[in-house]
Nanobody
Framework: QVQLVESGGGLVQAGGSLRLSCAVS????????MAWFRQAPGKEREFVSAIGRYGLSTTADSVKGRFTISRDNAKNTVSLQMNSLKPEDTAIYYC?????????????????WGQGTQVTVSS
């Protein structure tokens, strides 16, 4: 059984930082592509960042230079470091895992999802 459990969300002021973590069981983060998506109220889910089997990563233009994805193979976790947060970053953030190691930016490419963690950035 595959489980993804996000943590680290919360309320932060604009300009602040948060670090999200995703604990994975049932899949190996070093072999499978992992990603973060987010969904703001009234908006569609959008891609944030992903890391593939060989360590390559990609990040959405809207957060590039502010957000960084990483993984800890020993702990089997994936993290998202978010700096210089803006009110428009407010959303529920979801961790996702693929059954392949291919780097993809679309939600349909990912097979397993966590429950999400709320990030709220106040102005």
């Amino acid at each position: 059984q595959v489980q993804l459990v996000e943590s680290g969300g919360g309320l932060v002021q604009a300009g602040g930082s948060l670090r999200l973590s995703c604990a994975v069981s049932g899949r190996t983060v070093s072999r499978n592509a992992m990603a973060w998506f987010r969904q703001a109220p009234g908006k569609e889910r959008e891609f944030v960042s992903a890391i593939g089997r060989y360590g390559l990563s990609t990040t959405a233009d809207s957060v590039k230079g502010r957000f960084t994805i990483s993984r800890d193979n020993a702990k089997n976790t994936v993290s998202l470091q978010m700096n210089s947060l803006k009110p428009e970053d407010t959303a529920i953030y979801y961790c996702a895992a693929s059954d392949t190691g291919l780097l993809r930016t679309t939600g349909v490419s990912y097979d397993y999802w966590g429950q999400g963690t709320q990030v709220t950035v106040s102005s």
